[in-house]
């Protein structure tokens, strides 16, 4: 696991960072694993150009034959498009917003493991793997319309797909939170419709034991005290078309491309 990132660990359940494997001109994305008595599921796991890099290290952590799900936040490139290679080359099955199911064949899943991409209601629900269950949780409208986050309840851990996303930083884990604000502001007050979305997130997920939220770009937020501002802050967050408005006219400048 030289590769990896340990976020939890007490023997028979893990929670792992893989490495980050895109550069250039990609947009920096976590690549996140939970195995449980030698399960696994891998969360989000991104493009071509990674795809063999993190099917490598699945090999080397649990075997490919014991990845039981990949779980697709949303229907983003930065997330599906290399998922054929994912089915093709393992026995998962990748879970998904119903929503997307007409939308991710595009690209490129076989017909031979189209079956084993799995539509999920909008209300979510529980999954079991290895000895523990995990909970797939609405994440709608953040950004996605379709959108679905995992809570997992031995490391109380929340992976929010976008939400949370910073970018820029040079830290894994975020240590002060007011001067990280700077790395998420702009993402989150232009990707998120509104406001009444995050108020009905953050209300869902204070019923939650959280330990760490884990977003699918940038860093980590590690101990209750950050998870804690994380929310306020959201909870206050004005974006969208809370603070977008005068932007709905006709334009009038040319533009030379």
């Not at 359940?13 to 690549?31: P, R, S, T």
């Not at 939970?34 to 150009?49: C, Q, T």
């Not at 990949?70 to 290679?85: E, K, M, T």
Request: negative net charge; contains cysteine; proline residues 4%.
């Amino acid at each position: 696991m030289e590769n990896s990132v340990v976020i939890f660990d007490d023997g028979n359940h893990k929670n792992l960072l893989l490495e980050d494997f895109g550069h250039g001109e990609m947009v920096q994305a976590n690549v996140h694993m939970i195995v449980d008595n030698g399960r696994g599921i891998i969360l989000d796991p991104g493009g071509h150009k990674v795809f063999k890099h993190l099917i490598s290290e699945v090999g080397k952590i649990i075997g490919v034959n014991n990845l039981d799900y990949i779980f697709l936040s949303h229907q983003d490139p930065d997330i599906v498009a290399a998922i054929n290679g994912w089915l093709m080359t393992t026995k998962a099955k990748a879970l998904s917003s119903k929503l997307w199911l007409r939308f991710i064949p595009h690209f490129g899943v076989d017909k031979f493991v189209i079956d084993r991409l799995i539509g999920l209601d909008d209300e979510g629900g529980i999954i079991k793997l290895g000895e523990t269950e995990l909970y797939i949780l609405p994440g709608h409208f953040m950004h996605s319309p379709g959108n679905l986050h995992v809570y997992d309840p031995v490391s109380k851990t929340l992976y929010s797909g976008d939400l949370g996303a910073s970018l820029g930083q040079d830290y894994i884990f975020v240590e002060d939170f007011d001067a990280h604000i700077q790395y998420m502001e702009g993402f989150h007050r232009r990707y998120i419709p509104t406001n009444k979305v995050l108020k009905a997130w953050v209300k869902m997920v204070r019923d939650l034991d959280i330990e760490t939220i884990a977003p699918q770009h940038g860093a980590i937020f590690k101990g209750k005290d950050i998870v804690n501002k994380f929310l306020d802050w959201l909870d206050d967050l004005q974006c969208g078309i809370d603070i977008m408005e005068d932007k709905f006219k006709i334009p009038n400048n040319k533009l030379e491309v």
